[in-house]
């Protein structure tokens, strides 16, 4: 009880009055402790309720936090798996194949066979390449590409000049053989020119090394010394665990053996020693590589279809690991047809570099244009150093973006363009390309002038917003031309 006892008088000596108060005051004072408690419980119990009230929102709170917290991991465990999937993507096992033909050329066998002979030579540089590969880097999904530069006639000359009279004859099919052998292999004649193959030789190797999906580099260079200085500045930029040397001659030039790279060798595939120095040509008819035909009696057809695939040898079939895929040949083509393009729509959907030109700058007024900006006839191909395009921005953002009447037509400014006549572009490019020029008014249209293209000029002849054109209203329209507002009589995407 809550009270002191020695506060009151002694009850049992105290007049029964006066016990009767004591016992009556410590009555009162334990009914208000009592009622004290009674009153603090229901406080308590209010506590308690307002506590399991907030228990439960922050149960429910945790609840829900947890479930996003499940949905998050499960999001951010599929994203990983994009990202790696991304990753082994843009990895990629591209392996490019780089031949100077100048010093790395094809044995004499193997050209006296012509077409034949350049199938051949193909399969015999793929089924080295993918076992080497397999061998020492593991069974992946390598894509091989191969380019061969060289000078065509000067190959010829010095094949007549040394009495290779026969090799000198079968050359040009030896050379249509191999490009029918696979999509991605490549044999160029770069003309003369001092060095022409090595310039050729050196940008791909710039470039192709440094992309993400390049898994290596074969060089076939390794007679000539010009190519160390190029060879060393990738090594230096990190890029040794990239390269592979492909040897042609014996001996290779001074230089590159030292720079202690992993070497490839293929039997019989190339001459072994400067032309001129090799086996007469008498021995050379009557021999063959080991392990491949001889050559047919009589002439070669290269009209023949060859069905024989270009694939790497089988593996181990005690190896888990996935084959390589297969290279498949080409049919050659029965006949060989060039043509010219008779239209505008037909000459620009051909994927070539052409002579410089200037593209009309979509962000200058109308004023600016005048009718020498009107698209001419395509010339003639002129192949130079090329740039890839940014897939992560529109063509017109690129600095400088693409030349329009470069891509779609010609124009005259040649090398002066301030606008871009180099960058590698697709289909989808080309569609940018169409569809921004149409953006733009056609000069001659602007000027009420006739158009010498009609329908078929690359520039817009009316206002994609027609008669809705609020600038037109505003006197700020770029298409000034009559008639540039009115609905056209044939607008369809064909224009485009």
């Known amino acids: 009880m809550f009270y002191d006892t020695n506060e009151a008088p002694n009850v049992r000596s105290a007049s029964p009055p006066q016990a009767a108060q004591r016992v009556g005051y410590l009555f009162d004072q334990m009914k208000g402790e009592i009622f004290n408690i009674l009153g603090n419980e229901s406080l308590y119990v209010d506590r308690i309720q307002k506590l399991e009230a907030e228990l439960t929102v922050y149960k429910r709170a945790y609840n829900d936090v947890d479930t996003e917290r499940k949905q998050f991991e499960k999001l951010r465990q599929e994203a990983q798996k994009e990202k790696e999937d991304l990753e082994n993507q843009i990895k990629g096992y591209r392996v490019v194949t780089l031949l100077d033909g100048d010093g790395a050329i094809f044995s004499n066998e193997l050209i006296v066979q012509g077409c034949v002979g350049g199938h051949t030579a193909a399969q015999m540089l793929a089924d080295s390449i993918l076992q080497h590969l397999t061998s020492n880097y593991g069974a992946n999904q390598y894509q091989l590409w191969v380019y061969v530069f060289f000078h065509k006639r000067g190959l010829m000359d010095t094949f007549g000049r040394v009495g290779n009279a026969i090799v000198k004859q079968k050359f040009e099919d030896f050379i249509m053989g191999f490009n029918q052998a696979a999509e991605r292999f490549i044999m160029v004649d770069v003309g003369a020119g001092k060095e022409a193959a090595d310039a050729k030789i050196k940008a791909h190797l710039e470039d192709d090394i440094r992309l993400p999906q390049t898994y290596k580099i074969i060089f076939g260079g390794c007679h000539d010394n010009g190519y160390v200085t190029n060879l060393r500045s990738q090594i230096t930029a990190g890029f040794k665990q990239k390269l592979i040397l492909l040897r042609s001659y014996t001996d290779m030039a001074a230089g590159i053996a030292d720079l202690d790279l992993p070497v490839l060798t293929i039997p019989d595939l190339f001459l072994t020693q400067k032309l001129g120095t090799t086996q007469p040509a008498a021995q050379i008819i009557t021999s063959a590589p080991p392990g491949y035909s001889s050559p047919p009696v009589g002439p070669i057809q290269c009209s023949a279809p060859v069905s024989t695939p270009l694939v790497l040898p089988p593996l181990d079939q005690s190896s888990s690991a996935t084959p390589p895929p297969t290279v498949e040949l080409q049919s050659p083509p029965t006949t060989r047809r ?95 390309i169409r569809v921004n020029a149409k953006k733009a008014p056609c000069p001659a249209i602007n000027k009420g002038e006739p158009c010498l293209w009609g329908d078929e000029c690359c520039y817009g002849h009316y206002c994609s917003l027609s008669t809705k054109c609020h600038f037109f209203k505003q006197g700020r329209c770029k298409f000034v031309g009559v008639d540039m507002h009115k609905e056209p009589k044939i607008y369809s995407d064909e224009a485009l």
Do not use: M
């Open 338 to 432: 060039s043509s010219i393009p008779t239209t505008y729509s037909s000459a620009v959907q051909i994927l070539q570099k052409r002579v410089p030109t200037p593209e009309l700058d979509f962000n200058n007024s109308s004023a600016s244009e005048t009718s020498d900006d009107i698209p001419e006839p395509p010339s003639a191909p002129t192949f130079t150093r090329s740039r890839h395009v940014n897939p992560n921005i529109p063509l017109s953002k690129h600095k400088p973006p693409p030349c329009t009447l470069f891509y779609l037509a010609k124009c005259k400014h040649g090398a002066d363009c301030k606008y871009g006549h180099d960058y590698l572009l697709e289909a989808d490019h080309f569609t940018e």
